[in-house]
């Protein structure tokens, strides 16, 4: 059983950034894909960012090119590094990692852009 606690959220004004960051209760081993997801008010959960344990990241259209996700095997944290923020950007932030024993979620943190 694996835990994850999301920590980085908060307010940020519009062009800002914010990096998140994802702590594992243990090391992330074998295969695996690490992902970020966001839930705003009366919208479904979405995909932001994955990477997966050989490196393959995928991103949203809409956060190509300002958000980075980094992580890797063998660590117990990955990260998202969101520049450019605006305030659609605004959401409940959730890390999940899947594994072959399955696959965990964070409880979330906010994230509030707004002037």
């Known amino acids: 059983h694996v835990q994850l606690v999301e920590s980085g959220g908060g307010w940020m004004q519009p062009g800002g950034s914010l990096r998140l960051s994802c702590a594992a209760s243990?090391?992330?081993?074998?295969?695996?894909?690490m992902s970020w997801y966001r839930q705003a008010p009366g919208k479904r959960r979405e995909l932001v960012a994955s990477i997966t344990g050989r490196g393959t990241i995928n991103y949203a259209d809409s956060v190509q090119g300002r958000f980075t996700i980094s992580g890797a095997i063998g660590k117990d944290a990955f990260h998202l590094q969101m520049n450019n923020l605006t305030p659609e950007d605004t959401a409940v932030y959730y890390c999940?990692?899947?594994?072959?024993?399955?696959?965990?979620w964070g409880q979330g943190t906010q994230v509030t852009v707004s002037s």
């Open positions: 243990t090391t992330i081993l074998g295969p695996t894909v």
């Open positions: 999940s990692v899947s594994l072959i024993a399955g696959e965990y």
